[in-house]
T-cell receptor
Framework: DAGVTQSPTHLIKTRGQQVTLRCSPKSGHDTVSWYQQALGQGPQFIFQYYEEEERQRGNFPDRFSGHQFPNYSSELNVNALLLGDSALYLC????????????????FGPGTRLLVL | AQKITQTQPGMFVQEKEAVTLDCTYDTSDPSYGLFWYKQPSSGEMIFLIYQGSYDQQNATEGRYSLNFQKARKSANLVISASQLGDSAMYFCAMREVYNNNDMRFGAGTRLTVKP
């Protein structure tokens, strides 16, 4: 049973560039959430995708956008990169409809470490 | 506003002993879920244990148990018989049923198990 996978594992970009991160959910899951984790902090919710639409969004600017494909995989795009975007980006998948019950538990991928110079 | 509070930035425990990691939360939603995750230095968040707000009994998963005190709004994680591999960051998180779909995390507690 494949878990959540993310690519790439590491990425180095310069300010102003654009980046795309990818995520494949755990088998059987249909919902993907993205989080940003700065060094020494807990993860911060960016947005969640279900049925190929953004369902919920955290307090992140429009430079952060995403997409979900029919096979439930997802992409996170960040435009006009800033130094402050350097962080670990985590993708989590879950099964929708289970809400905040145990069935709705989010399972995380290994993350993508982004460094902006 | 911060809804999850973990007051212990760091904790030390002797191998084979038990340790409690504290977590308090704030919500007006009557229905919610509480989660604990472990994050080793590799970065991956590993799901440990879940507690629903209407669950009558405290959750247990192997060496992990959750001391859920609803009136106090606390959900402390207890790790029994600590192992060296338990050394990691531990995060408490909450999702509300009616409010929104995001998971709110605390700032985490770094646990170090001493041999």
């Amino acid at each position: 049973d494949a878990g959540v996978t993310q690519s790439p594992t590491h990425l180095i970009k310069t300010r102003g560039q654009q980046v795309t991160l990818r995520c494949s959910p755990k088998s059987g899951h249909d919902t993907v959430s993205w989080y940003q984790q700065a060094l020494g902090q807990g993860p911060q919710f960016i947005f969640q995708y279900y049925e190929e639409e953004e369902r919920q969004r955290g307090n992140f600017p429009d430079r952060f956008s995403g997409h979900q494909f029919p096979n439930y995989s997802s992409e996170l795009n960040v435009n006009a990169l800033l130094l402050g975007d350097s962080a670990l980006y985590l993708c989590a998948s879950s099964l929708d409809g289970a809400g905040r019950t145990r069935r709705g538990t989010q399972y995380f991928g290994p993350g993508t470490r982004l460094l902006v110079l | 506003a911060q809804k999850i509070t973990q007051t212990q930035p760091g904790m030390f425990v002797q191998e084979k002993e038990a340790v409690t990691l504290d977590c308090t939360y704030d919500t007006s939603d009557p229905s919610y879920g509480l989660f604990w995750y472990k994050q080793p230095s590799s970065g991956e968040m590993i799901f440990l244990i879940y507690q629903g707000s209407y669950d009558q009994q405290n959750a247990t998963e192997g060496r992990y148990s959750l001391n859920f005190q609803k009136a106090r709004k606390s959900a402390n994680l207890v790790i029994s018989a600590s192992q060296l591999g338990d050394s990691a960051m531990y995060f408490c998180a909450m999702r509300e049923v009616y409010n929104n779909n995001d998971m709110r995390f605390g700032a985490g507690t770094r646990l170090t198990v001493k041999p």
